[in-house]
């Protein structure tokens, strides 16, 4: 039975795939975090275990006292947790200093993100911007290419990690921490850019410009920055990062690089292909990136900070990685990548 782990953009499902007797529990017929949730909503279940109890307890008897060892609660105990109560901690602890600062520059809002060191600012692009050939007139240019990325785009608006983890052969399976984590990421990056989008409040294309006529619902909230931009980005930098460190090879090793830059380029197609649906401008995906390149090593510092609960899903994620010993030889391909708007005019 085939474990669906990415139907959602994270990519994360606790409860796809795994509510039957599956092959990865074979005697229970649901995982840890199911048996707490969906299974109880079972009344034939509920029965057979008031009926199943009632049969095995016999007489009461006095409790047993309870033996504190003084470890239960401490960071090293986060795998005990269910990996919707883990997730919930990781991201917490991911982007916990995240603050926010209004600003105005040249009569245009300004917002600014500071987190972990890191530190990036966007200001709202005018009307006149929006309205350029390099901008509007590009989302329209793009609309031909819409039939040719149809089920790319349809996929991308909730999953991402497929297109990364089709470089590296990402296993929901075997690779279950390292899909953890990008999880994380990707929720810690949605809980950055958002506050972006609300400071800024930048119309959508369709908003500006009747002929746009999107090929997907548009969006409930703002257009800039791009937020499939800043997280396919960010998943993708954060990828590269844990595979240089569990591989141990320098960021300049050419067989390395091949593979990086595979990864970095299913970012920057992710974030063409809204430009592609008409729900987002070029420079949407532009800011998405500089947000991306803020966030990025600011999410790395902090999984690398030793004792803590983030450094544990770290380590855990490297050491799926490990088995492959060397790194493997990279496909023959191109040398430079397109940029998210260069595969199509700027015309209609």
């Not at 047993?64 to 269910?82: E, I, M, T, Y």
Request: proline share 7%; with cysteine.
């Amino acid at each position: 039975m085939a474990v669906n782990f990415y139907n959602t953009r994270s990519g994360a499902n606790t409860r796809s795939g795994l509510n039957t007797r599956s092959h990865l529990n074979t005697r229970m017929g649901f995982t840890d975090d199911e048996f707490y949730t969906d299974a109880y909503h079972s009344p034939y279940l509920a029965d057979a275990l008031i009926t199943s109890r009632e049969g095995v307890i016999g007489h009461a008897e006095d409790p047993l006292p309870f033996d504190h060892d003084g470890r239960f609660g401490a960071n090293g105990d986060v795998f005990r947790w269910a990996g919707e109560v883990r997730r919930t901690l990781f991201v917490g602890e991911l982007a916990h200093d995240a603050k926010f600062v209004d600003g105005v520059v040249d009569g245009q809002p300004r917002a600014t993100l500071q987190i972990n060191g890191q530190t990036v600012s966007l200001t709202r692009p005018t009307e006149q911007e929006l309205n350029a050939s390099t901008e509007i007139g590009m989302v329209l240019g793009n609309a031909k290419l819409r039939r040719e990325r149809e089920a790319e785009i349809h996929v991308q608006t909730s999953d991402l990690l497929p297109f990364f983890g089709s470089v590296v052969n990402l296993n929901a399976e075997r690779q279950k921490y390292t899909v953890e984590l990008l999880n994380v990421v990707l929720d810690a990056t949605v809980f950055c850019h958002m506050p972006l989008k609300h400071r800024l409040a930048v119309r959508r294309p369709s908003e500006i410009e009747p002929r746009v006529q999107p090929m997907l619902p548009v969006p409930g909230h703002g257009s800039y920055p791009s937020g499939h931009a800043t997280e396919a980005r960010t998943l993708a930098l954060v990828l590269i990062e844990l595979l240089q460190a569990a591989w141990k090879l320098p960021s300049h090793n050419a067989n390395f690089q091949r593979w990086s830059q595979q990864i970095t380029r299913h970012a920057e197609r992710i974030a063409h292909n809204r430009v592609i649906a008409g729900v987002h401008y070029p420079c949407d995906s532009i800011a998405g990136f500089q947000v991306a390149d803020a966030l990025a090593p600011a999410f790395v510092s902090r999984f690398r900070a030793q004792g803590s609960i983030l450094n544990q899903l770290w380590g855990k994620a490297i050491r799926e990685w490990e088995h492959l010993g060397s790194l493997p030889a990279a496909p023959p391909g191109p040398a430079s990548a397109p940029t998210p708007a260069s595969e199509a005019d700027p015309g209609e």
